[in-house]
């Protein structure tokens, strides 16, 4: 890719996790969570970062700094700590500002800390892809995954015509789809032409950021001081700025709007792994078979559940299956996998019903 | 009830309760389990003999006669510890053997420690009414349940003509019927001369011994060394009789051949608590309704759930319905339940299985 540009690594971190409860708590987020495997979410989303990039940031909460920064072994400079939650849009132009003080030609990727990818190396072949048209086009890319099923829990991209010979599987975008319901699902999937939104972005600091500034000037003003901080963005000046963060997701507030959006369709196996549903697709749980990703399930007469238990607490199911079952030792849920999605509102109920200490 | 005799009431409380694993251990069996309300099955039983009887009789295991004659207040000589699980046949000729040696116009009602009997009036009249059958008549008593649902679960009692009389209420028995498949069931509730047979049985100890010694002669034999010891048992005498005791319950082995065995039809509510479905119908979860006997049921969204959770733990169901979670800190058990009845096999395959410390 010459002239060599670094591609900066960008992890956002920030999230809730409340789809993941009881697993995910406020001080132990969904990112800190083994869920698949011996390593966090955070930890395998920044081995993959690192097979095409040498520059990890990371972007998360005040209360996760230490255990995440711990986790990854990033220098102190690399972490930006937001003093509030403000949605990735303000995550985005954080990230983008504090990079281009460094390195004015960045080209940046941002990813999500708690996603599942299956093959790391064909996702860093399509993130450098992706980086090129980036640089070389002046263009916003989101990759986009070709959708497996009429899931009605992620947005969709309309694909639209070929970037050209020059840029190699993209495409221009023609929407982007707020989450469908089911009948519209179903249509995306059989037309071929729509992607799921994985979230997943790259593009250069420099253009990110004028893209900030047209369509979200608020957010464009609210940075300022980070600015005015170059290499050194103190925590005066992030308060200052986050005081007057919009709090909006870069996707309603940049990607929906700007006219240069391109899109990566990529066929890896990918999950935001976003409830114990889809977890229990990635773990390999289906009809009959049942997966305990920890603890020890000693007996199960029907299969297709997800166990998440204790250490040495013998689990027995009977009569059940399609079902997750959940121990923390400090809490206890029992969720058809189907109806997981709905896990955030009762965490929310939780917290309205002054429960707080259990989310 | 002239002239004077007196009911030693028996309560036999020796029986395994695999049922209700993970909340009844080997060492924390069912008796001792506050399943509804503040007293243990055990102590609500006694509490309900005390309703026709001052002379109470224990019978149970080694590994429990500390706990339970605790719980219930009884001097030692009331206590007969078994050396080894030999059914009730030989728990109710043990008895009967060592109540006839201090009394021996002794009427002695056989009463199991975990059943849940909702009148307790009504039931003491019942036992009083049965008692005077037994005794004037010499017969063999038990009372049957009018079935309110065609269980196959229990067994029935399928009911003859009227015993005359002078013994209001009371039905010759024209035979018993094992636990009979659905079909069956349907027809035996359906016909109405059939009652589950709950295994409450008032008789003389003279009747009932002889009883014994027609038709289990063998039991009869293994209990020489006990009839030979009199009012003072040794722990020696009861090894010598249980190592020669045949292994059967008093059903099979007497009340079915015994040509006079009376029944009492009796109509208050009655549950041996068999199963996690059983005590879910005791505890009112039905359609909709869920309970919670503990633990900190914080969501629950379709109801019909038994929950036995621990303190201060909460619980969330999402989507679920007809299921007993149940959560003893060191085992979690979720089951629907309507297959709760499959739960002995179960833990007799952990068992097999080695898993013995769980059981």
Request: with cysteine.
């Amino acid at each position: 890719m010459p002239p060599r540009t670094r591609i900066h690594a960008v992890i956002l971190a920030g999230g809730a996790g409340e789809r993941f409860w009881p697993a995910s708590r406020r001080r132990h987020p969904k990112p800190l969570l083994r869920v698949l495997g011996d390593r966090s979410l955070l930890e395998a989303t920044a081995l993959r970062a690192r097979g095409f990039s040498d520059d990890l940031w990371l972007v998360c909460g005040s209360e996760h700094a230490a255990p995440m920064r711990r986790a990854l072994g990033l220098p102190a400079a690399r972490v930006l700590v937001e003093p509030s939650r403000r949605n990735t849009a303000m995550a985005v132009g954080l990230a983008a500002t504090r990079i281009a003080a460094e390195d004015p030609d960045a080209i940046v990727a941002v990813l999500p800390a708690d996603h599942h990818i299956s093959d790391s190396r064909a996702f860093a072949r399509d993130m450098r892809r992706a980086a090129r048209a980036a640089r070389d086009a002046g263009v916003l890319v989101t990759l986009g995954v070709s959708p497996t099923r009429p899931d009605t829990g992620y947005g969709y991209i309309q694909s639209g015509t070929a970037a050209g010979p020059r840029y190699p599987g993209l495409r221009k975008v023609r929407r982007f789809v707020e989450k469908p319901d089911a009948a519209r699902a179903r249509r995306y999937v059989r037309s071929g032409g729509y992607l799921w939104n994985a979230g997943i972005f790259v593009w250069t600091a420099a253009t990110i950021l004028e893209e900030i500034r047209t369509h979200m000037p608020g957010l464009h003003r609210a940075l300022a001081p980070v600015r005015a901080a170059g290499r050194r963005p103190t925590r005066a000046a992030l308060a200052r700025a986050y005081a007057r963060a919009p709090s909006a997701p870069i996707d309603t507030g940049v990607m929906e709007k700007s006219r240069r959006v391109w899109t990566l369709p990529v066929t890896w196996g990918w999950s935001d792994v976003g409830t114990w549903q889809a977890l229990a697709e990635e773990a390999g749980v289906g009809p009959g078979a049942s997966r305990a990703l920890r603890g020890d399930l000693v007996h199960d007469d029907r299969g297709g559940n997800l166990v998440w238990g204790q250490a040495g607490k013998p689990i027995a199911l009977i009569g059940v299956e399609g079902l997750a079952v959940v121990d923390t030792g400090d809490a206890l849920l029992v969720t058809r996998l189907e109806d997981s999605d709905t896990l955030r509102d009762v965490v929310r109920a939780l917290k309205q019903a002054g429960l707080d200490d259990l989310t």
